[in-house]
């Protein structure tokens, strides 16, 4: 099915936002670029933003996704804010770790976990 | 500007070898596949890849001169709109400004000074420490 | 043919030339084997050497060190060495380096074999 636009839930879990992405596929270069959009846009609004980036649902990600996540990085970073990685698939995780991107950062299994590290 | 610095330093990497070229080489690709996923063009991909293989087989051959007992430090901080790298070696340093110019008639065939010259031609930003046993170059995403 | 880390390497015969098609990337290890391979081939008399470096993407000053060390040794056996079909990165790289002056460069094997 051909998707519009990237699709991704957003909750606010106790100053935390919660971004689930719900795509099972990340691979288009358009939507990667709205994706990225959409959360620069919401770290722009928060104070010192928390964020967890849930990717639960994420079977397939192009490598310019990772790029994206570290502008993310830096962004949230520049507000002194927070951002967790969670749920990543192993397939995608091999590629932060061939990277080296695994020890920027900081990604926990389970949305639950990451909220326990934002207290 | 306090702030710029401490915002770099959140997205480096820092990988420490030994002075040989397989590590060199294993180290170079994380570095290379880092920048494949920030959408760099062909031309800059190509100076980062460049820049990176000469100042490595420097801070190995020249620097450290394949001593066992002597690291490599490379340090980088790769973005979608630059790269920042800076390799570090356990040598005695050297002066930069004193390297023939290879591109000059009479030195077309010798050996030396080809690496140096082309971090310079190929990066936006090529700076050594004062001991000279450090290299600190930047390529802009344009 | 051969390869060496990043590169693979295939000689040939055509005519009078021997040609060397260089696929893949030299970098610092690969650079050892390339300078070794032409050396060898450099050194008999007449030789002419063409290196078919269409899908050469990558060269690293040490093997621009190869090719110009294998230049200097053909020399008194009034051979030369010869490149072909550069891909414009690399064409670009000879530019800086000015090694154009020290190396004919064609756009396809048959002329460099003519010369």
Redesign the interface.
């Given at each position: 099915m051909q998707q519009d636009h990237p699709r991704m839930t957003v909750t606010s879990e106790g100053g935390v936002t919660v971004v689930e992405l719900t795509d099972r596929k990340i691979l288009d270069e358009v939507n990667i670029s709205r994706i990225s959009e959409r959360l620069q846009g919401l770290v722009a609004k928060a104070e010192s933003p928390k964020f967890v980036l849930d990717f639960s649902s994420v079977m397939h990600m192009s490598?310019?996704?990772?790029?994206?996540l570290?502008?993310l990085?830096?962004r949230v970073?520049?507000k002194k804010g927070q951002l967790r990685l969670s749920g990543i698939q192993p397939a995608i995780y091999e590629?932060f770790v061939?990277?080296?991107?695994n020890?920027?950062f900081e990604i926990t299994e389970s949305v639950e976990k990451a909220l326990k590290t934002l207290s | 500007m306090p702030n710029a610095f401490s915002r770099i330093e959140d997205l480096e990497t820092t990988v420490v070898i030994l002075s040989e070229l397989a590590a060199a080489h294993e180290a170079e690709k994380a570095l290379l596949a880092r920048v494949a996923c920030c959408r760099y063009s062909d031309a800059a991909t190509f100076a980062i890849k460049l820049a990176l293989e000469e100042g490595m087989n420097n801070a190995i051959k020249h620097g450290n001169k394949f001593d066992a007992d002597k690291t490599v430090e490379l340090v980088y901080d790769i973005s979608e709109d630059r790269a920042i790298i800076t390799i570090t070696d356990q040598g005695c340093g050297f002066n930069p400004s004193a390297v023939p110019d290879p591109t000059v008639d009479e030195n077309l065939e010798k050996p030396t000074g080809r690496g140096v010259m082309l971090m310079h031609a190929y990066m936006d930003e090529v700076a050594y420490n004062a001991t000279g046993n450090q290299v600190r170059m930047v390529k802009r995403n344009t | 043919m051969e390869s060496s880390g990043d590169l693979v390497l295939d000689v040939r015969q055509q005519g009078s030339a021997i040609i060397v098609r260089l696929v893949g990337a030299v970098g610092m290890t690969e650079a050892t084997l390339l300078g070794r391979q032409l050396d060898e081939l450099v050194q008999q008399p007449g030789a002419v050497v063409v290196l078919d470096i269409e899908h050469l993407d990558f060269i690293c000053s040490s093997g621009l060190g190869a090719l110009i060390n294998a230049q200097a040794k053909a020399r008194p056996y009034e051979g030369q060495v010869r490149l072909a079909r550069p891909c414009p990165l690399v064409m670009r790289l000879l530019e800086t380096t000015r090694l154009t002056n020290l190396f004919d460069v064609y756009a396809s094997v048959d002329e460099a074999v003519a010369g």
């Open positions: 490598s310019s996704a990772l790029g994206m570290i502008t990085h830096k970073r520049e590629v061939i990277t080296r991107l020890e920027i | - | -």
